[in-house]
């Protein structure tokens, strides 16, 4: 690092009283004032961290001057809001994207700049908010950017984890876990509010007694927790619209201390705290299938009970009538993570506000929408009744009422069908008697939406044909978008000053403005242009592959990338099967035709999952040998990055030839890492799944790689008795690749290291059909390597896919769900 240039400033402030000069901006005056006041630092004794503290300061007091003014005029003109709850926002870091979004990026950099400091350099000091798992999360962070940049009354609901997403590091080629210690450091970005704070119960009994119409519920002796609010301010990209991330942290009840301390058992006490406070303690990392840990159940109830406390008191700070709900607030389930809300807002409103059953009922579906993530039968989530009914007795009463009423109502409609209310209820007694939360969200829900077309086709007529026909109506299709600020303009400066500079800087507010750009696609000067903005790119990123896995890329040879998290449906596998298929090829001679590639993998694996973590380390070994081959030399290089998360992904998204979007048809419900690759100048190879499909559709068949069997074709071969055995035997290129896994052939000194991939893939039946796909991707892939050879055709179909991806930005998602869902309002200032 270099040291600051201006001697004069540590004279300056060593005086403790900031001097305004002439000759400086009040950025950096703002910046300098913070070292000494905020850090109690000058910039003779001040580190890099105390430089990105007095950064992050400065902007910081821009967003809260727009922040409270959105609470105020939200106090003021008392809009309709929406309330936003989610277990994950992968929010990432925040300095660089609060100052891009109030449009002070070049001031905050021309200020550091003048005290001798690079903006690049300091952002590097913040770490990731990871407080999410992949998509999912990050689906929920891209929302409440555009939320707030649409002027949209939206606040998110989540829990202040104090651990986020494992740090992944990789040791002798293997995945190890390492917990994410994010708030080592003062948390800049977040504000604790104490005088909001919730009390949460859990466990304890339901006593019945008379009321004047019948019969009431005292939820009693049960144990509290207390949930502290901590805000997060979302600001709008050029807008003054500055909302709210409202993340719940538990703490112990002064009355459970008192209580310990007076039974003079101090110890007990600590002990006891840190149990109840474990609640907000660790994100968990999605497995390979749902499990029923109590812990994660208390997590789902505690931020989901603090949320519609919060909001009904909000709502009741004005005398209105109940009638009114509906109209003042809608609530949107990520997932079915939050589904317990549904009982929830019965349980306030019955219990707590007297309200009558019915009438109460009729409010709660008006509020909730839902969307599904997953077809998956093993990520729907179900608690065992036992479980549910110890921890939240009076919830499982009110979900048996919804399902009493429910089930009455499907037996009017459909008199006889017992199966039929059997395969609907809320409770599955099939299987040891277990809470299907799906069933729960699309009962209490007014409307259900897939992410993708293809998704909610498959929803329709799959996982929810039954509701489909109970409901018409209720499922509808939103596809899923990106931010274009955090994921173009942000991780991409360079192709947003060429796009800004040929079409001007509407598009970073209406994306579907770069359709602009097509003509250019043809234009020579142009492709040139934005060729040697992808080099650079690609250069940057090269350099931090090697600084990070001590591996030496090409930067000129195809970088083929494919992250995300490591799962067996997303088939990392068979990108590795087509990298050994490489590997042969260049073994037995044929290196010369052989387009260069660096194939670049990255993403975590739960640590519960243990086919995904063995996939790494197949990554690894392959890595190992491949990259040692002197017969390979430049023409194939293999990386694994490690700890893959948003920070990592705003360098390697731009750094991207080709796109790997390659998931078994059916299974991937949209996908956000493909339209992020194409945003960026990639080109997709990509089955027929997710919105893989509607990204072709918009940038045209010619200008994508579509190869594999369908969802429909997949549903076939199922059907009539896939075996791989004879893909094996039928191409002499995968029977090769497969025994080189089965040997050990990248293991020797442990051969039957892999044996279980090969064992997953010929004897038990290949679940994802990667053999059935094998001939297909590799053909495809041929033909990949062909076109990178022509840079020009390259460089003018990636051109069309930036050109044309304005669909996929998460403003029009959102404007979706507003009009569609929310039935929700801009407000403007
Ligand atoms: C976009 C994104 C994802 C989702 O990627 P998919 O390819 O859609 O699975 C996951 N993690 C991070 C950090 C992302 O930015």
Redesign the pocket.
Known sequence: MTTPKAKSVSKKTAGIKPTITTEQTPIAQALQNHLIFSSGKTSASATKRDWYASTAYTVRDHVIERWVKTVEGYREHDPKRVYYLSLEF?I?RMLSNAALNLGINDEVRDGLSDLGYQLENVVEMESDAAL????L??LAACFLDSMATLDIPGTGYGIRYEYGMFRQTIEKGQQVENPDNWLRYVNIWEFQRPEHTYMVQFFGKVVEYPTKNGVGYHWVESESVVAMAYDIPIPGYDTHTVNNLRLWSAKATREFDLRQFNDGNYEKAVEGRNATENISKVLYPNDASASGRELRLKQQYFFVSASIQDILRRFLLKRREWNELPDKIAIQLNDTHPAIAVAELMYQLVDVHRLEWAHAWKLVVKIFGYTNHTLMPEALETWSVELFGRLLPRHLGIIYQINHEFLQMVNHKFPGDTDLLTRVSIIDESNGRRVRMAHLAVVGSHTVNGVAALHSQLLKTTLFADFNRIYPGKFVNITNG?TPRRWLNQCNPQLTSLLEKVIGAGFQKDLSDLSDIVPLAEDKAFRKVFREIKRANKLRLAQRLEKVTGVTVNPDSLFDVQ???IHEY?RQLLNLLHVITLYNRIRSGNADSITPRTVIFG?KAAPGYWMAKLIIRLINDVAAIVNEDPAVGDKLKVVFYPN???S??ELLFPGSDLSE?ISTAGT?A?????M?MALNGALTIGTLDGANVEIKEEVGDENIFIFGLTTDEVAEKKASGYNPWDYYHANAELKQVLDMIATGFFCVDEPDRYKAIFDNLLQKGDHYLLLADYESYIATQDAVSALYKDQEEWSRRAILNVARVGKFSSDRTIGEYASKIWKIQALKR
């Open positions: 992968l990432g999410g798992n992949g998509g999360g990050r990106i992250i995300k998290r997303k993403g893959y998360e948003v990592a992904a979007q991937e949209s996908g956000t890492g493909n992020k």
